[in-house]
């Protein structure tokens, strides 16, 4: 991570008229730092989201891109499951009318468990780190663990031992058991992460953070920026 | 900064006496450590005259020796005068008493003080507060000593932002039977904050236990605190207000949402092993407990109690917090019953709860507890007592005590709390057992020794 943290940093510096780190360069930023990211492409075109698309393959992801759009889901600004060109280039146009349009954000399906994995700069308490069961439903089932970061290496897995969606991560009904290694791995790799950008944020949401039993994949996320 | 002037003062100074108005708060604090306290105390005030006999200084020059705490109740802008007086005859500590700094938006005057204290490291706390209280040691509380209760001299020191929730606790915590080693309140803690009076706590050798009432900390305050509590090696125990979120803060993630101011204190508090209490059933029930048993459990008890329905609400109590209470099994029972009184042993339940019925009598809870005593997978002793069945004394205590205590087991109580019963409470907290006045305070009782970390 150190040496990639000038360019971590200009990212966020870019970032800093927005007041917030929109999601293409906060996959970067997340993939600087280690974490897994889906294969993605920030398409200016329709036409550039066909080719990324065709060259990773159907189906895939779309999302809108704009600096006044926090939450995308919101405003219909997220496609999953688009499955051939006519749909994809639709999608494109109706991205293309909402408000601070800066492209699409095109990327490959991933599934898994859907988990958020945010952090917080504390007034009292300085950087904490929350995991939860992630989606859009977040704020309703609040099934959240919270702790100080940085995390030591036994609070990792105490974090989602602690979550009712435990029972998700270690396969529920028949389901393949997520790869709790690969999680416990990104929670400490993401305290490292905050404590480092601790001057910087206000808070960082990956929402989703998808596990399965091959990894832990940043599948959303944003960083907003401290004034 | 050496805070002991501050907490076990010889000498004392209190500013702003009157001689002609004898309602004035700095005279009952005088008058009472002049009565009731060992301290050596002494009234300035630039008009001079006297008090209850005593001359008043006109100024700290005057005061005849070095003084160790200097009580400052005078109207908020002469006390930056009177501190630098204070600093400059040596004075080693002071309360500042006076309200009409930050609460009521002279920020210029609380920095200005703490300027003066910081530069001649002078600790203070305060201002607007209450000042500090040990018992048969020194008082600095304003409120007249006939309308306070008399604490005891126990092992719990309290460290409250409000004035009024500390002397509230006080109370309640003399009517539960818990004694203080240090009380204090900090008020707007411009100095002296929560983790500088920590860390002289955790020194300590009067305090096991240090309680806190909360409102809030400054920036990285908390984080500070939490990373010291959880490393004290003493019980630290934390009632917090102001949980409810701000309304109409914007909020922009998920994340900040779903962590709130109150939702991030809590969480720092139980990762570094701080108890938290929600209410203050928990808060007296916590702190008497955990300033008795040092020793951390599992959780696992034993429950006697000559009422089934008493031992059925004790087991929801338990059993929604997580402790365990492991049923005895066959022929343990049987053994038991071979030791009990003949009224009782064709009648008792004795699975866990053991219910003794009306007709047991003190024998058969000794005998109940021998037997939790010799069982490994049962690590408290809980009894559930109903003074009016005719079989139970007032000796239970002493008699169950000296069962539990040589076998390391912590015996908690239920008695209810009236007058009448005071023997058979004594009896417990005499000998070192906790007695609560309801069967949720007895199982938080048990739940606090569940939680403490070593």
Sequence with gaps: ??????EMLRIIEEARSDGWVLEPAAKRLFSLAGFSVPRFTLA??????????????????????????????????????????ARLAETFRRFEALEGFRGVLVEEMISGVELILGAKNDLQFGPMILLGMGGTGVEIYRDVVLKMAPLTEKEAPVMYRGLKARRLLEGYRGAEPADL??????????SSLVMELEGQIESIDINPLLCSSRDCVVADARIILGK | MDLKPLFEPQSMAVFGVSASNYRHPANEIFNKNLLRYPVRVYGINPRGGTIN????????????????????????????????????????????????????????????????????????????????????????????????????????????QSGGILVDQIIKFTGEGVGFAKAVSIGNKAMLGETDILDYLTADPATKVIAFYIEGFGEKEGREFVLKAGKCGKPVVVIKSGKSPEGGKAVSSHTASLAGDYDSFSAALSQHGIVEAANELELVSFCESLSKYA??????????????????????????????????????????????????????????????????????????????????DIDCVLALLLPYVPGVTSDLGAKLSSVARPCGMPLIAY????????????????????VSPSIEGAVLMVEALRRKRP
């Design chain 2, 295 to 376: 020793k951390p459990i599992e959780g696992r008890v034993g429950i006697v109690t000559v009422s089934g329905g008493h031992g059925a609400m004790a087991v929801d109590a338990c059993t929604s917090r997580g402790i365990a209470i492991p049923p005895l099994p066959e022929d343990v029972r049987e053994e038991l019953r071979k030791y009990l009184s003949p009224s009782v042993q064709d009648i008792a339940a004795l699975t866990n709860p053991i219910d003794l019925t009306g007709s047991g009598i003190d024998e058969d809870f000794v005998a109940t507890a021998r037997i939790f005593c010799s069982r490994e």
């Design chain 2, 415 to 434: 008695v209810p709390n009236v007058e009448k019963y005071a023997m058979l409470i004594e009896g417990f907290e005499l000998n070192g057992a906790p």
């Design chain 1, 1 to 6: 991570m150190i040496g990639s943290r000038p």
């Design chain 1, 181 to 190: 290694g690969k999680l416990a791995q990104t929670l400490l790799l993401f």
């Design chain 1, 44 to 85: 200016l075109t329709p036409e550039e989201a066909l080719v990324f698309a065709h060259e990773i393959g159907y189906p895939v992801v779309a999302k809108i891109v704009s600096p006044l759009i926090i939450h995308k889901s919101d405003v219909g600004g997220v496609a999953v499951g688009i499955a051939a060109d």
């Design chain 2, 53 to 160: 006999g005593q001359p008043i200084y006109r100024s700290i020059a005057e005061v005849p020796e070095r003084i160790d705490l200097a009580v400052i109740a005078v109207r908020a802008d002469f006390v930056p005068e009177v501190m630098t007086a204070c600093i400059g005859a040596k004075v080693r500590s002071a309360a500042v008493i006076s309200g009409g700094f930050t609460e009521v938006g002279r920020q210029d005057l609380q920095d200005r003080i703490v300027a003066i204290a910081k530069e001649a490291s002078f600790p203070f706390v305060g201002p607007n507060c209450l000042g500090i209280y040990v018992p048969s040691l020194v008082d600095t509380f304003f409120l007249p000593g006939e309308r306070m209760v008399k604490p005891a001299v126990g092992n719990v020191s309290f460290v409250s």
